[in-house]
């Protein structure tokens, strides 16, 4: 998956260093300070470009017409949202957006785009973490004993099982996906053009994906 990410925050470098674990990313870094710029390709193994976050040269330099998701993760609110408006115009079907404001939320989501809140994301772990703190203990990214993740059912031999025949002792199949909705019922079959969503022991994502192809 070709990603390109804008920015050089502690959010952007960590999401940026968790996406390259996986071996079918390739992440692009867009970073306006020279020396940040310098300091992540150090850190990593993505491309880093060094550039003005308004030079419109340096941004089609990303080959955005080629790009499956942009993060759009500066510490600068509008500047996110006019580098992803610019990599809506070239195509890119994902754009996440950071953002600190609540009413911006709505607009981005208007416009087709996925709102990145650092503060409400926080917020709702604590709620999680005090209200359902069993199911926090399950799923937490931290410490879970669970994890989730999910695969096109073209690329499996999952189609045509049902939903309640994909699974052995370290995966089950929890839901599918399709035309915007989730589907959970047991009986239902899957289809090609699905998203299979699974919950498996945590560590085992990958090996799990593995299992279906």
């Known amino acids: 998956m070709r990603i390109v990410i804008v920015g050089a925050t502690e959010f952007a470098l960590e999401l940026g260093k968790a996406l390259l674990q996986q071996s079918n990313n390739k992440v692009t870094f867009f970073i306006e300070e020279k020396q940040r710029a310098t ?17 419109t040269e340096a941004l089609d330099e990303l080959k955005l017409d080629q790009c499956e998701v942009f993060v759009a993760a500066t510490d600068v609110e509008e500047t996110n949202v006019l580098v992803a408006l610019y990599a809506r115009d070239a195509g890119v079907k994902q754009i996440f957006v950071r953002t600190s404001t609540e009413k911006t939320v709505p ?17 709702k772990n604590a709620e999680l973490m005090i209200t359902r703190p069993k199911v926090y203990d399950l799923i937490n990214l931290d410490q879970g004993q669970m994890d989730m993740t999910e695969i096109h059912a073209k690329e499996t031999k999952a189609v045509g099982k049902k939903i309640e025949e994909v699974r052995d ?22 289809r090609e053009d699905d998203t299979i969503i699974l919950v498996c022991k945590v560590g085992k994502a990958k090996e799990t994906l593995k299992k279906l192809k």
Do not use: C, W
Not at 107 to 123: W, Y
């Open 39 to 55: 300091q992540v390709s150090a850190e990593t193994n993505a491309i880093v470009i060094s550039a003005d976050y308004g030079d």
């Open 169 to 190: 002792k370290d995966y089950f199949a929890l839901a599918t996906f399709s035309e915007g909705a989730y589907h959970f019922e047991p009986e239902r079959k899957i």
């Open 107 to 123: 607009i981005l989501r208007k416009l087709g785009m996925f709102p990145i809140n650092m503060e409400n994301l926080a917020m």
